[in-house]
């Protein structure tokens, strides 16, 4: 039986369950802003942002970046589908660096190169804050 | 003398290509191994989808969106095709190259357009050999497919049919049923049809209230791409391991006909040898009794 303080958060893939453990608390973002989760939160289902996944369990903090997707809240369970989800510690700030000012300088000549162009410069640029907190 | 030599070369021949093919069952049985966990994993992801999108359904919500709405006349089909990029997988490939061809011959005779688009080089030969033109060719997806490489597809594809470009999606592949049954199926990817079925008792037996945010819409317009996602995803997935399943039996098969062959073969070898020593005996003796 799960203690009553705390959550079973899954965060899930689409080629993987690339965590679950117990959580205290976690704090992730959702389509419209950052949001908290205590243990005890009315069933949710939320559309998730790009941002950082902040998990606070026992015996430390995870911090993942994750990219889209949903969550559902329901019970003690939370689970985050996401398309894309790393650990920060991961990320490489030169390389990410690199990969935003590639995008930043990449000439576009139709529609869909403009939105692929928006789409990874919006993400480079929450993940080089992020990096650089 | 010679026919023995013969039978030697015959043997050693048939020996080499059992090593052959007992190396390729064992390269497949741990790539099976190895696709099958990659396609147990897929699975969490789409069993909560699916969850979700009960949960949506138990709200009480009109599902409306693009991708599901159902097109009057389908004029223009397209048609994709998942086949193995090698061969030596027994009827792997050709169970689904027959089930495709026979969806285009019935797709030629109600004078549709087709869009053939085809994965896997035994796919593609075998079109070009009909003559048939494939718009789009992919040989990049091996036994291990990416969701990021299916995802590029899968946005296309919504893409063509949101646009009004295509009216119809259909997707040929390998179904994996279970370990020792595997289907050349057709399903329709688009419309997406089947979004609800299968989640109607489950989200009513405990349906939870909840809260949505922002908006029961906005995740509605966000779950449909991705379960249209998950399920070409899966379809890649299936195809794969039904490929390395396939070659698993083929080549255990292969083996052991190489076996019975090595088995047969060794018998007339002896034989040969024997009746040879036979007939130098009879002649030595017949020669020397000859020269008393």
């Known amino acids: 039986m799960i203690a009553a303080n705390t959550i079973e958060l899954t965060v899930v893939t689409p080629e993987k369950t690339l965590l679950s453990t117990g959580a205290t ?3 992730f973002p959702l389509e419209d802003g950052q949001i908290g989760i205590l243990p005890g939160r009315a069933p949710m289902v939320g559309r998730l942002g790009t941002g950082e996944l902040q998990v606070e369990t026992q015996t430390g903090q995870l911090r993942y970046f994750i990219e889209g997707g949903f969550a559902q809240v329901k019970g003690h369970a939370v689970t985050l589908l996401t398309n ?3 650990e920060l510690g991961s990320f490489d700030t030169a390389k990410v ?4 000012n590639e995008a930043l300088n990449r000439s576009v000549t139709t529609a869909a190169e403009q939105t692929a162009k928006d789409e990874d410069l919006e993400r480079n640029r929450r993940l080089l804050a992020i990096l650089k907190r | 003398m010679a026919k023995a030599r013969a039978i030697i070369k015959r043997l050693k021949a048939v020996k080499n290509i059992r090593k052959i093919t ?6 497949a049985t741990a790539r099976f191994k190895k696709a099958m966990d990659r396609a147990a994993e897929a699975k969490a992801y789409t069993e909560k989808i699916a969850e979700i999108v009960g949960d949506l359904a138990a709200a009480d919500l009109s599902f409306s969106h693009p991708l599901l709405e159902r097109r ?3 004029e223009r089909v397209l048609v994709l095709v998942l086949t193995s990029n090698r061969g030596l997988c027994g009827g792997y490939n050709s169970a689904v190259l027959r089930q495709a061809g026979q969806r285009l011959r019935e797709l030629d005779r109600d004078r549709r357009n087709v869009n053939l688009e085809v994965s896997g080089k035994r796919g593609l030969a075998y079109f070009k050999f009909e003559g048939k033109p494939v718009d789009r060719a992919f040989t990049h997806f091996e036994d291990k497919p990416t969701f990021e490489e299916v995802d590029e597809l899968a946005s296309r594809f919504a893409e063509l049919y949101t646009s009004g470009v295509v009216d119809r999606i259909e997707v040929v ?3 994996f049923q279970s370990i020792s049954r595997q289907n050349a199926v057709r399903e329709t990817l688009l419309p997406f049809e089947n979004l609800t079925a299968g989640t109607d008792d489950s989200a009513a037996s405990h349906s939870v209230d909840y809260e949505f945010l922002p908006s029961a819409e906005a995740i509605l317009e966000e779950i449909v791409p991705a379960a249209f996602k998950a399920k070409l995803f ?7 391991v039904s490929e390395q399943i396939a070659r698993m039996v083929a080549m255990k098969g292969a083996t052991e006909n190489a076996d019975e062959m090595i088995g047969s073969l060794s018998t007339r070898y002896n034989r040969a040898r024997q009746s040879q020593i036979t007939s130098e005996l009879s002649e030595i003796i017949g020669g020397a009794a000859a020269l008393e």
Do not use: G, H, V, W
């Not at chain 1, 660096?97 to 935003?100: I, S």
């Not at chain 2, 007992?22 to 390269?27: G, N, P, S, V």
């Not at chain 2, 899966?234 to 794969?240: H, N, P, V, Y």
């Open chain 1, 25 to 27: 608390s976690l704090q």
């Open chain 1, 97 to 100: 660096e690199a990969a935003f």
């Open chain 2, 173 to 175: 592949y390998t179904q």
């Open chain 2, 22 to 27: 007992r190396t390729m069952e064992l390269i």
């Open chain 1, 84 to 86: 894309r989800a790393q």
């Open chain 2, 234 to 240: 899966k379809c890649f997935l299936d195809a794969a």
């Open chain 2, 72 to 74: 009057d006349s389908e």
